[in-house]
């Protein structure tokens, strides 16, 4: 099967923000169009009725909660955005994913993705469902915005 991911996909990780907040500029027109988030219920990718469904057409172990799945040490498999506004986005027709971590241990295990070129499997909740983004290559990982 060659489920293999585009090279032009990637995921950014996005540290937590600390307490302190910094002014942010406004992005010009240009960084603006790129920055728009995508409307994922309009992509054309595969569509699951509810989390579970999908992790169980992809055999995926563990539990079937929001949030980022993998083994301790072997990087992250799977993770799954429940499209809260203003923390994980998915911008550039569903190409780029930035996705926000919640903690230290959380970011190591995308680390390990990272050098290792290990792909991570993104959902993304919907209204009437899942949305299965694809396979991402974690790409690094920047500071996140307030």
């Known amino acids: 099967m060659t489920d293999s991911a585009p090279k032009s996909k990637r995921c950014v990780a996005k540290a937590m923000p600390?307490?302190?907040?910094?002014?942010?500029?406004a992005p010009s027109d240009a960084h603006q169009a790129e920055e728009e988030e995508c409307d994922c219920e309009g992509l054309q990718r595969p569509f699951f009725r509810n989390f579970q469904t999908a992790?169980?057409?992809?055999?995926?172990?563990?539990?079937?909660?929001?949030?980022?799945y993998g083994p301790?040490?072997?990087g992250i498999v799977r993770t799954y955005s429940n499209s809260?506004?203003?923390?994980?986005?998915?911008?550039?027709?569903?190409?780029?994913?930035?996705?926000?971590?919640k903690d230290d241990a959380l970011q190591a295990q995308f680390a390990v993705?990272?050098?290792?070129k290990k792909?991570?499997?993104?959902?993304?909740?919907?209204?009437?469902g899942v949305v299965d983004l694809g396979l991402f290559l974690v790409e690094g990982f920047v500071k996140a915005g307030p």
């Open 18 to 25: 600390s307490t302190k907040r910094r002014r942010k500029a």
């Open 55 to 68: 992790c169980q057409h992809y055999g995926f172990p563990g539990s079937h909660q929001t949030g980022s």
């Open 72 to 74: 301790k040490g072997m």
């Open 84 to 101: 809260t506004p203003g923390k994980d986005k998915v911008l550039a027709h569903g190409q780029i994913v930035l996705y926000r971590l």
């Open 113 to 116: 993705n990272h050098d290792r």
């Open 119 to 128: 792909e991570v499997r993104i959902f993304r909740k919907a209204t009437a």
